[in-house]
Structures are given as structure tokens and as C-alpha cells.
């Protein structure tokens, strides 16, 4: 697949259903809609929770990867377990190389601990 993605932040947009749309282009746009279900029938149509939150989870994922390299956000995407299993190596290397007595306050102890704190928001469970 040679082809671009649609530059730009994503949002999650539900006229009648859901769409996932870019931000900057109303041409860019992966969606479902369940149309022909009124109000009232409301009890006939498919429960969507599951998709709108799959809908959240992909907007979540393109938009971080958009910030951190607005030019090739899937290579992100796709060197991100790679950054992760480094970063826990490095985290477990640090932790071995800064002496105990360190002070809390010195540089190489607020970037261990920012990486154990980056480490635990991605592992964190829902």
C-alpha cells in the first residue's frame, strides 16, 4: 500500500450512527451509519457501544501517532512494541547504573522515573 494517509487529527462524529472523520478533510472518513432506525425504534437497532468505543480507541491511536510524527504516523504505529520492550530494557539498565544515594532531585533520577511513570500509563488495565 503506497498511498497517504489523510494528514491530520481525527475526531469521532455520530449524526445517526458514527463516523470517524478527519478533522481537516470531509472527504476523509471511515464510517457506519444505522440509518432507518428512528427514535422510536430505537429498540430494534444493534447495540453500537462496542463499535463507538472501537471508534474512540482508533481516533485515540491515530491522533497520538499524528503528534509524535505528523509526516509518517503509522511508522509510529508500527515501531511502537519495538519502543516499549527498549524502553523497559533501558529502565531496568538505569535502575542498575544510578546509585541508591542519588538525590531525588538530580536529573537522572526525574528520567527514571518519568520512564517507569510513561511504562506504567502503557501497561495500565481499563
Known amino acids: 500500500m503506497n498511498a497517504k494517509p489523510t494528514p ?6 455520530a449524526p445517526g450512527g458514527f463516523i470517524i472523520r478527519s478533522i481537516k478533510s470531509e472527504l476523509a472518513r471511515v464510517g457506519y451509519s ?13 447495540d ?11 481516533v485515540a491511536a491515530v491522533n497520538a501517532c499524528f503528534k509524535v510524527n505528523p509526516s ?6 508500527e515501531a511502537l512494541p ?23 532531585d538530580s536529573l537522572a533520577v526525574q528520567d527514571i522515573f518519568a520512564l517507569r511513570s ?4 502503557i501497561e495500565a488495565k481499563s
Not at 491530520?8 to 462524529?13: D, K
Not at 453500537?48 to 482508533?58: C, K
Not at 509518517?72 to 504505529?77: E, G, I, R, Y
Not at 510513561?118 to 500509563?121: D, F, H, N, Q, R
Open 118 to 121: 510513561a511504562l506504567a500509563k
Open 82 to 104: 519495538t519502543l516499549v520492550d527498549a524502553a523497559r530494557k533501558a529502565l531496568t539498565t538505569l535502575d542498575g547504573l544510578v546509585p541508591t544515594d542519588t538525590p531525588m
Open 34 to 46: 444505522i440509518g432507518g432506525f428512528s427514535q422510536g425504534a430505537m429498540s430494534n437497532a444493534p
Open 72 to 77: 509518517n504516523p503509522l511508522a509510529v504505529a
Open 48 to 58: 453500537l457501544s462496542e463499535a463507538a468505543a472501537n471508534a474512540a480507541l482508533i
Open 8 to 13: 491530520g487529527l481525527w475526531e469521532v462524529n
